[in-house]
């Protein structure tokens, strides 16, 4: 410690250097300021980009390719014909009488025979099972849509909830700092008699305080990881990166045409899909009523009497007594649970849209409200709070309030603009992902 300078200096310059190395001042609209993030990249850190491409291929959007791939081989197992049946026989053998000497049972009369029957679906069967088919496979392609656009908004989520746990951890751990050089300074000052033993407990306290809060911005900032970790199938110690906070804060363009965004929803394909594979379930269920036909044709060859015997035959069901009216019935069922269910999505698609609008909208202007008016203004009322204790004008308890309502401010501001970030990246990933997406 300079011996020309006194305990009361030696605090007053320290608190005058905590306020600006750790609470500079952040310029409106503009990136965050050192306090809060660093510019430049690390060597572990993750890029938003890259987290939005490693959750697009993650393990629950290839369970959706497994199931959209198990519908499109449903499609070729319904569009084909019925397959063919050949049958061969034997009949008609005559064990007492034979062709010739001996009584082998080679040598008996024995009918021989082989046909093959093939079934002749009627009604448009075959070309209503495939489309019902090949809507059931859209509907899943469009399922996978749907899932890759929610495990990119979670991991939106995710990356800017591990960006501002970061920021959180740095800004917390540099307000410990202060007030631990700040309990010690007080420490000094009670030794030289400059500072009453009750002040100097006060700030011991804030800083005891001041790293219960950091170990919980650490607890925070570990989850956050884990979290996005999860979605990204990324191994633990996940670190984003400062520079993917967005560099202007606006609200979503007034005039958006919801309705149109929400007809193109995957969520609303995708019901509009099985909707139409209900229907021409209901056609198939319908065209039952039109009986197939069985024909076939057998070449018969019976010792002793013809060598060549053709018999041809037609078999076709008799409905007497139903008419169908069970698959008919469960069809129809199946077609109004599907049209109820596309009414629902489209109306859920329009209020999710109208939701994330409102959000983005209003946390734009409380982002806004936080770094053009209320963080400069806690950080002036900081700044002249240290100016005015070292002039002796204030109190130590109006310093420790002024600092409590900075820190208070900082992490507020924090959080505003990572539910922006959240806000809006949900808002473009439903309506423009190519802004997001590479």
């Given at each position: 410690m300079n011996a020309a300078m006194s305990p009361r200096q030696l605090f007053l310059l320290t608190t005058l250097a905590c306020?600006?190395?750790?609470?500079?001042?952040?310029?409106?609209?503009?990136?965050?300021?050192?306090?809060?993030?660093?510019?430049?990249?690390r060597a572990a850190e993750l890029t938003l980009v890259q987290a939005l491409t490693a959750a697009r291929d993650n393990s629950d959007v290839a369970l959706a390719r497994h199931a959209a791939e198990a519908a499109r081989a449903d499609v070729r197992s319904a569009d084909h014909a019925p397959i063919p049946v050949l049958t061969t026989k034997a009949a008609s053998m005559d064990l007492q009488h034979g062709l010739g000497p001996g009584n082998a049972l080679t040598r008996k009369r024995i009918d021989k025979s082989i046909g093959i029957d093939w079934t002749w679906e009627r009604g448009n069967k075959r070309a209503l099972r495939t489309l019902a088919a090949q809507r059931a496979s859209d509907a899943a392609e469009s399922d996978v849509q749907e899932m890759q656009t929610q495990q990119l908004q979670a991991a939106l989520a995710a990356y800017y909830d591990l960006l501002a746990a970061q920021e959180r951890l740095d800004e917390t751990r540099e307000i410990e700092r202060g007030?631990?050089?700040?309990?010690?300074?007080?420490?000094?000052?009670?030794?030289?008699?400059?500072?009453?033993?009750q002040d100097a407990e006060r700030t011991r306290i804030e800083a005891e305080r001041a790293h219960a809060d950091t170990q919980l911005a650490e607890l925070a900032h570990e989850q956050a990881a884990l979290?996005?970790?999860?979605?990204?199938?990324?191994?633990?110690?996940?670190?984003?990166?400062?520079?993917?906070?967005?560099?202007?804060i606006e609200g979503p363009a007034p005039g958006a045409d919801l309705q149109a965004w929400a007809e193109a929803r995957a969520d609303v394909r995708a019901a509009l899909a099985r909707t139409q594979a209900a229907q021409a379930g209901l056609d198939n269920a319908m065209a039952l009523r039109k009986a197939d036909v069985t024909i076939g044709a057998s070449y018969d060859h019976y010792p002793g009497t013809?060598?060549?015997?053709?018999?041809?035959?037609?078999?076709?069901?008799?409905?007497?007594?139903?008419?169908?009216?069970?698959?008919?019935?469960?069809?129809?069922?199946?077609?109004?649970?599907?049209?109820e269910a596309l009414d629902k999505t489209r109306r859920l698609a329009l209020l999710d849209l109208q939701s994330l609008q409102q959000q983005a909208a209003n946390a734009a202007r409380r982002a806004a409200g936080y770094e053009a008016g209320i963080l400069p203004r806690a950080r002036e009322v900081a700044q002249s709070a240290e100016l005015a204790y070292t002039k002796g004008a204030i109190s130590l308890t109006d310093l420790l309030d002024a600092r409590r309502t900075l820190r208070a401010t900082l992490l507020?501001?924090?959080?505003?603009?990572?539910?922006?970030?959240?806000?809006?990246?949900?808002?473009?990933?439903?309506?423009?992902?190519q802004a997001l997406l590479p």
């Open positions: 306020a600006t190395s750790g609470w500079a001042q952040t310029a409106p609209g503009r990136a965050p300021a050192p306090a809060l993030a660093a510019v430049a990249p007030m631990v050089e700040l309990s010690r300074v007080a420490r000094l000052r009670v030794q030289a008699g400059d500072l009453a033993r979290a996005l970790a999860q979605l990204t199938a990324r191994g633990p110690g996940l670190q984003a990166c400062a520079c993917d906070w967005p560099a202007h013809s060598n060549r015997l053709v018999e041809l035959r037609a078999q076709i069901p008799l409905h007497w007594g139903y008419d169908f009216e069970g698959e008919i019935g469960r069809a129809q069922a199946e077609l109004s649970a599907a049209q507020e501001a924090l959080a505003a603009r990572a539910d922006y970030a959240k806000a809006q990246g949900s808002w473009l990933l439903r309506t423009q992902p």
